[in-house]
């Protein structure tokens, strides 16, 4: 495996990057997994009658 070396430019970029990350509180992580659980699956289609927008199946063939 090879491995590259960072140039000091970008390990700064990347500690500063590493430094301003946003920090989730416990409560604040449970409520994005429960929002997630809660929320609608992106897969499958939305429900029409949810967001009033007809849902028209396109075949890409």
Do not use: H, W
């Amino acid at each position: 495996m090879r491995r590259t070396t960072k140039s000091p430019g970008e390990k700064i970029v990347k500690d500063i990057k590493r430094a301003t990350r946003k920090q989730y509180s416990n409560e604040e992580k449970i409520r994005i997994v429960l929002d997630g659980l809660r929320g609608e699956d992106m897969t499958q289609p939305p429900d029409p009658g949810r967001s009033g927008v007809e849902f028209v199946p396109v075949s890409f063939c």
